[in-house]
Antibody, heavy 120, light 110 residues
Framework: QVQLVESGGGVVQPGRSLRLSCAASGFIFNSYDMYWVRQAPGKGLEWVVVVSYDGRNEYYADSVKGRFTVSRDNSKNTLYLQMNSLKTEDTAVYFC?????????????WGRGTLVTVSS | QSVLTQPPSASGTPGQRVTISCSGSSSNIGNNYVYWYQQFPGTAPKLLIYRNNQRPSGVPDRFSGSKSGTSASLAITGLRSEDESDYYCAAWDDRLKSVLFGGGTKMTVL
């Protein structure tokens, strides 16, 4: 069965960096686009980034553009999110989600999420 | 403020039919598919409706989606207590090159 397991969350000071990982299994990882979606405490869902199945195309939310970088290692079935220059408003649960074979918000499987807290 | 606009709350009694609206523009809902997600507190969202009106396997047929122009709706017929949850619409925006989520609607079963 499809599994997505995020890791790497934690408490970090403003301006510092953090790298999230998402280990995927149960599907052909290199055939699907992958997403990061976050949810601040008590707030709604916010899309962060999508990376195409082959890693060639990436789209970022304006709120993270220039600070966050998505990557994927199809040989390891793993998705990453490098988060630099973190701000307090980046505090959220970060979910990775499996997309479709084209970029569209068809997110049929989600991980349980990893909490990132940005605080001094 | 979300570009896709949903009412923050909705409610109904058991057995009732309720709808949740999602309003967008020509660059998102007007030109792309709409998706709906259900999320219970402390859990990951679940895909409820895809491509405007399609249900994934396992989603009860009490849930249905529709789209007209730049707006979409999620309908729940025969409302049940277990439908008390948060619901989000989503769509791709051609102009922003972004995935948009609505602000979410909290459904309360009275």
């Amino acid at each position: 069965q499809v599994q997505l397991v995020e890791s790497g969350g934690g408490v970090v000071q403003p301006g510092r960096s953090l790298r999230l990982s998402c280990a995927a299994s149960g599907f052909i990882f290199n055939s699907y686009d992958m997403y990061w979606v976050r949810q601040a405490p008590g707030k709604g869902l916010e899309w962060v980034v999508v990376v195409s199945y082959d890693g060639r195309n990436e789209y970022y939310a304006d709120s993270v553009k220039g600070r966050f970088t998505v990557s994927r290692d199809n040989s390891k079935n793993t998705l990453y999110l490098q988060m630099n220059s973190l701000k307090t408003e980046d505090t959220a649960v970060y979910f990775c989600a499996k997309g479709d074979t084209v970029i569209t918000p068809y997110l049929d499987y989600w991980g349980r999420g990893t909490l990132v807290t940005v605080s001094s | 403020q979300s570009v896709l606009t949903q009412p923050p709350s909705a409610s109904g009694t058991p057995g009732q039919r309720v709808t949740i609206s999602c309003s967008g523009s020509s660059s998102n809902i007007g030109n792309n598919y709409v998706y709906w997600y259900q999320q219970f507190p402390g859990t990951a969202p679940k895909l409820l409706i895809y491509r405007n009106n399609q249900r994934p396997s396992g989603v009860p047929d009490r849930f249905s989606g529709s789209k007209s122009g730049t707006s979409a709706s999620l309908a729940i017929t025969g409302l049940r207590s277990e439908d008390e949850s948060d619901y989000y619409c989503a769509a791709w925006d051609d102009r922003l090159k972004s995935v948009l989520f609505g602000g979410g609607t909290k459904m309360t079963v009275l």
